[in-house]
Every structure is written in structure tokens, then in C-alpha cells.
T-cell receptor, first 114, second 112 residues
Framework: DAEITQSPRHKITETGRQVTLACHQT?????MFWYRQDLGHGLRLIHY???????NKGEVSDGYSVSRSNTEDLPLTLESAASSQTSVYFC?????????????FGPGTRLTVT | QKEVEQNSGPLSVPEGAIASLNCTYS??????FFWYRQYSGKSPELIMF????GDKEDGRFTAQLNKASQYVSLLIRDSQPSDSATYLC????????????FGKGTKLSVIP
């Protein structure tokens, strides 16, 4: 079955370290998204991509970067991890189904920055 | 700024009752709306979407859309304890956009 996976599922890192979170989908979807979810803030969009070599900033992109070298993967990099980036990170992908673009989420990565 | 507003709850209903979850949105250009269910510690799961005014039914779930009032709702009939979760409302971020703007979610508790 087609799916979307994220790795690692849990990560503890130190302030200042570079961290990369992986996202892989086998639906062949063009659109991919990264969100963070924090208590009191809900889901907030970090970066998104509409196809290979396309990347765009979302609402809370400072300190994060993405690259899209193929359809299946959109890795999220924290250039220099900060305690404010402790959060749960979700990757999602979408394509047109029944007239709308339904987004499907990966299982999430819980990141703790100490 | 495009916003989607939901009552954070918690909303408590007895088992077998109808749960009513509500959502308002600020962007009149939004055409499509989505309801997600999120169990504690899990990722959001798409329940259903709606893009036409009126009602859309899928099993025990009914989504309702009123574009004039910028209002979306989700009714859950015959609520079960397994329906206890946080429900997220999302709006397409402008007509034809692939992005979604999410509300902060309403926590539903179904009491046996």
C-alpha cells in the first residue's frame, strides 16, 4: 500500500546542532508539506513543495530549510537547532482526489532540543 | 491573515448522542474545507471534505457548509467512546490553493 513515512520518530538533540528529519511518500504526489504542532498553536506550515526542485516558505520558516530532489522525498533541515524548535513535526502530501486536494499526514517526529 | 477558528472545548457528550463541532473561517476565497480527527499522540486523519453549500453525509458523519456565514460544522451521530479525539477543521488557503489553514482543534470526549 502507498504510504507516507517519517524518520526518526523521536529525536533528542542539543542546541546548535544541525538536524534533518526525513519524509518519504510512495503515492507519487506532487505536493508535500511540513508542519509543526505545538500546544496552543495548532498545526503551522513550515515549508512546502509543489514538485521537484520547487520549495516555498510557509508561516514559520525561520531556522528551517527543505530541498526536493525527487518526487518521493522532502527532508526538513534545522540549520542550528534551538529550544524553541522543540515540537512535533508532521509531513503531509496531497494530490487531486474527487475535485479537491486532500492532504494525508505521516506519523510525525517528536523532536526535543536540549 | 487567514484564520480558522474553533472552540477548543473540551466538548463532552454521552455515548449515543449527537456531537456538533463548529468552525468559522476568515477567507471568503476558500472553496474547500476539511475535517481531520487526531487521537492523542497520533497524526491527523482525514475524515471528510466539503466544498458545496449544504450537507454532506458519510456514515455517522455529516459535514455542513454555509459560505455566506463562513461557517463549517461536523455532526457525529450515535457518538462512540472511540470518537473521543481532537477534531481539526481546515480551509483551503485561497481558491485553488494547495495549502490548508488549520484551526487549533476541538477536543471531544464521549462519555460511556
Amino acid at each position: 500500500d502507498a504510504e507516507i513515512t517519517q524518520s526518526p520518530r523521536h529525536k533528542i538533540t542539543e542546541t546548535g546542532r544541525q538536524v534533518t528529519l526525513a519524509c518519504h511518500q510512495t503515492w507519487n504526489h506532487n505536493n508535500m508539506f511540513w508542519y509543526r504542532q505545538d500546544l496552543g498553536h495548532g498545526l503551522r506550515l513550515i515549508h512546502y513543495s509543489y514538485g521537484v526542485h520547487d520549495t516555498n516558505k510557509g508561516e514559520v520558516s525561520d531556522g528551517y530549510s527543505v530541498s526536493r530532489s525527487n518526487t518521493e522525498d522532502l527532508p526538513l533541515t534545522l540549520e542550528s537547532a534551538a529550544s524553541s524548535q522543540t515540537s512535533v513535526y508532521f509531513c503531509a502530501s496531497s494530490d487531486r482526489t474527487g475535485g479537491v486536494y486532500e492532504q494525508y499526514f505521516g506519523p510525525g517526529t517528536r523532536l526535543t532540543v536540549t | 491573515q487567514k484564520e480558522v477558528e474553533q472552540n477548543s472545548g473540551p466538548l463532552s457528550v454521552p455515548e449515543g448522542a449527537i456531537a456538533s463541532l463548529n468552525c468559522t473561517y476568515s477567507d471568503r476565497g476558500s472553496q474547500s474545507f476539511f475535517w481531520y480527527r487526531q487521537y492523542s499522540g497520533k497524526s491527523p486523519e482525514l475524515i471528510m471534505f466539503i466544498y458545496s453549500n449544504g450537507d454532506k453525509e458519510d456514515g455517522r458523519f455529516t459535514a455542513q457548509l454555509n459560505k455566506a456565514s463562513q461557517y463549517v460544522s461536523l455532526l457525529i451521530r450515535d457518538s462512540q467512546p472511540s470518537d473521543s479525539a481532537t477534531y481539526l477543521c481546515a480551509a483551503e488557503s485561497g481558491a485553488g490553493s494547495y495549502q490548508l489553514t488549520f484551526g487549533k482543534g476541538t477536543k471531544l470526549s464521549v462519555i460511556p
